[in-house]
């Protein structure tokens, strides 16, 4: 089996950090990528790298729909997750930008959170012209009741020492990543959804 840049990056993180995990033998059904253990509890974590050079231009501007990659991303790795979800386990999708060299296009943190829970939307009061709130909107790609089996959506980023890895917890996951488990070397974003669409 040929692996791919991310999962041979993810692997370092693993072994630099001393974490206890196994690649998922490939089997008929669907299954995520590898298991980590968090303390007690087993993580299952899909890897996706992010290739599409849509909107990417190195040599000039660039433009993009905040969250598109990432959204492309979620959706390519339901199956997985949802089969591990099935089983009981917290999941946790990595994505890894290969189009990038500074690794921000597509996956910066707001990539993250409007995919995740929509684009950030302001309502104007068409009577007094005053604004309310802001809040997520439209597109979101986890919400109460679909995608929950997605406990976590996170940034696979190389770095000169190896990798660093940040993952936003999904507010709405059937299944929690266990804050107090997680490794140092994992930053955990936590994200307060009170105003969401």
């Known amino acids: 089996m040929n692996k791919t840049e991310s999962e041979d990056i993810f692997e370092a993180f693993c072994r630099r950090h001393d974490l206890d995990w ?3 033998p490939e089997s008929a059904v669907k299954t995520p990528d590898y298991s980590v253990n968090f303390g007690s509890v087993a993580v299952a974590v899909e890897i996706k790298q992010i290739e599409s ?8 501007v660039s433009s993009r729909t905040v969250g598109w990659h990432v959204r492309q991303q979620i959706s390519d790795a339901r199956a997985q997750l949802q089969a591990a979800a099935r089983n009981g386990m917290p999941t946790i999708l990595l ?10 296009f597509g996956t910066e943190p707001h990539d993250f959170l409007h995919a995740m829970y929509g684009e950030l939307t302001l309502h104007i009061d068409a009577t007094s012209l005053k604004a309310r709130e802001l809040f997520y909107g439209r ?19 190389k770095t000169k020492e190896g990798a660093t890895v940040t993952v936003y917890k999904n507010a709405f996951a059937a299944r929690p990543i266990p804050d107090v488990a997680v490794p140092s070397c994992i930053q955990l974003v936590n994200v307060k959804i009170e105003n969401a669409a």
């Open 139 to 157: 597109n979101a790609k986890l919400r109460e009741g679909v995608n929950t089996s997605f406990s976590g959506v996170g940034h696979l980023q």
């Open 22 to 24: 196994c690649r998922i």
């Open 95 to 104: 994505i890894y930008n290969t189009v990038d060299p500074f690794q921000l």
């Open 53 to 60: 050079l849509r909107g990417f231009n190195p040599g000039g």
